[in-house]
């Protein structure tokens, strides 16, 4: 299967930002996307979820108020808005899609991992380091 395209991830210091980009034309539908995260020695946790029309999001405790998720479906991309990063936020970043919501144009799945995210991305390496 044609994977998603995570990019933007590089080496910044704290307090600086960051955008990611998740490119999904490969797919003809929308689907509601989250981004999530993986630091090293750490399980994979949800970062921020969105529904395919874009009205609805949902944010982790840890990144409410610093990151902001958006998308633009005319040009099938959805973003990821880092401000203000934080050491803690070192990880690789991943865009995956929720199969299941093809016809929930409202829809915001739990932003955590699960089986109905079942298209992923490679990844995107982001370091917040002095």
């Known amino acids: 299967q044609t994977p998603l395209v995570e990019s933007g991830g590089a080496l910044v210091q704290p307090g600086e930002s960051l955008t990611l980009s998740c490119k999904t034309s490969a797919y003809t539908q929308d689907f509601a996307i989250g981004w999530f995260r993986q630091a090293s020695g750490k399980g994979r946790e949800g970062v921020s979820c969105?529904?395919?029309?874009?009205?609805?999001?949902k944010y982790a405790d840890s990144v409410k108020g610093r990151f902001t998720i958006s998308r633009d479906n005319s040009k099938k991309m959805v973003y990821l808005q880092m401000n203000d990063l934080k050491p803690e936020d070192t990880a690789v970043y991943y865009c995956?899609?929720?199969?299941?919501?093809?016809?929930?144009?409202?829809?915001?799945?739990?932003?955590?991992?699960?089986?109905?995210?079942?298209?992923w991305g490679h990844g995107t390496q982001v370091t917040v380091s002095s």
């Open positions: 969105i529904s395919l029309d874009g009205l609805n999001t």
């Open positions: 995956a899609l929720d199969h299941t919501t093809a016809a929930w144009s409202h829809f915001v799945p739990q932003c955590r991992p699960s089986a109905d995210f079942a298209a």
